[in-house]
T-cell receptor, first 114, second 114 residues
Framework: AQSVTQLGSHVSVSEGALVLLRCNYSSSVPPYLFWYVQYPNQGLQLLLK??????LVKGINGFEAEFKKSETSFHLTKPSAHMSDAAEYFC????????????FGQGTILTVHP | KAGVTQTPRYLIKTRGQQVTLSCSPI?????VSWYQQTPGQGLQFLFE???????NKGNFPGRFSGRQFSNSRSEMNVSTLELGDSALYLC?????????????FGPGTRLTVT
């Protein structure tokens, strides 16, 4: 079974500041991990994914995430926040024989102040 | 390439009625997954279809059902609607089934049950 915990339901940063959104996972098999972003009244957009190989994953819009097996973490970062980054972010895990199923965290709402 | 489309975008139904939602995946994608998103429960997996076969099912009552057609388009049906079924229903498509394929989401159908 898989589960995801996102630490902090709300994160607020100033424009230009570092963005750090935390995600910890639990998985009985090697996990495949994803970050999605959701803007109001829209579906989810894939930011980045980790499957195997390099543990530092780069995604769209300047975001990246690092897979740390020892810490069971997959935190999302962006060096400099932009106003357009304000949205809700979801960490998700898939694994095992659970076909087509992503298990999502509860989401983190990112607010960016000017 | 066109993204995932869902119809209708908004729907208002009365308790006891039934509803059918439609999803057209990205061209060439054969896997379609459905999710329910609510403020209280977050994103929850409903089911996944691949090549017209349901391969996985989440923990939802039998009132929730789905199917997939030979062109990979999918529908989900909810019978005997309850107030708690009010949610955003998201469809996601993937090139292949299993845990490795990233999922691409549609804009969702907002269902309101009164």
């Amino acid at each position: 079974a898989q589960s995801v915990t996102q630490l902090g339901s709300h994160v607020s940063v100033s424009e230009g500041a570092l963005v750090l959104l935390r995600c910890n996972y639990s998985s009985s098999v090697p996990p495949y991990l994803f970050w999605y972003v959701q803007y109001p009244n829209q579906g989810l957009q894939l930011l980045l994914k980790y499957t195997t190989g390099a543990t530092l994953v780069k995604g769209i819009n300047g975001f990246e995430a690092e897979f740390k097996k020892s810490e069971t973490s997959f935190h999302l970062t962006k060096p400099s926040a932009h106003m357009s980054d304000a949205a809700e972010y979801f960490c998700a895990v898939s694994g095992g024989t659970s076909y087509g199923k992503l298990t999502f965290g509860q989401g983190t709402i990112l607010t960016v102040h000017p | 390439k066109a993204g995932v489309t869902q119809t209708p975008r908004y729907l208002i139904k009365t308790r006891g009625q039934q509803v059918t939602l439609s999803c057209s995946p990205i061209s060439g994608h054969r896997s379609v997954s459905w999710y329910q998103q609510t403020p209280g429960q977050g994103l929850q997996f409903l089911f996944e279809y691949f090549s017209e076969t349901q391969r996985n099912k989440g923990n939802f009552p039998g009132r929730f059902s789905g199917r997939q057609f030979s062109n990979s388009r999918s529908e989900m049906n909810v019978s005997t609607l309850e107030l708690g079924d009010s949610a955003l229903y998201l469809c996601a498509s993937s090139l292949r089934s299993g845990r490795t394929g990233e999922q691409y989401f549609g804009p969702g159908t907002r269902l309101t049950v009164t």
